[in-house]
């Protein structure tokens, strides 16, 4: 609907998604597609700098408006961690506790998850900053997505894919409209649902 009304609109996903579950594919039809496969040399799959590394080499906005997702994994067990950023201490990668199913103190996974919802924040924030700077932001819908929620020692386990439960599905999801003002205020509600 977007590219029928002269978006362009650009996919940005952190992790492998042209290979994982063939996700690419349920994206349709884009102008440009980043998933980060293959990796560049010494980037940990799961690190969301190497967005903004992408976005870095994206040229100056050229006046038409553009949808752009953006999908981030900082968060995600196996994200990669700033150390700058890791503000919750004593922390632990709780998926070392789904793993070996060894059980950790869930007040360091806590700290862990955490860390990630920082980096998270600091992600959005420079992206958003960068793409301000090009001018993207002057006609812009900007979906920012998380990969899924975590399990943190609820039921009895960690990560994911252990459940349908709130700590895995209820995430959050972030829609940002620039340059456009409609003349009515949207009700979000109807808008997404997680089945």
Known sequence: VLKGHGYRVPMIHRGNHTLFYRLREADGEVDSYFDAYPARAGAYMNDDAIVVDHLSRFPAWDGNPVMMQVHLMSAHALGHRDPRLAKYQPAANYSLFALTGKAGRSSDAINHYDNGVLQADATIDAILEMLRQKG????????????????????????????????????PFVLLSYGYRPAAPIDGAPIASQV
Do not use: C
């Open 136 to 171: 993207y932001l002057r006609d812009a819908v900007v979906a920012i997505t998380p990969d899924h929620g975590e399990a943190l020692g609820e039921h009895g386990s960690y990560t994911h894919a252990q459940g349908v439960h709130d700590e895995t599905l209820n995430i």
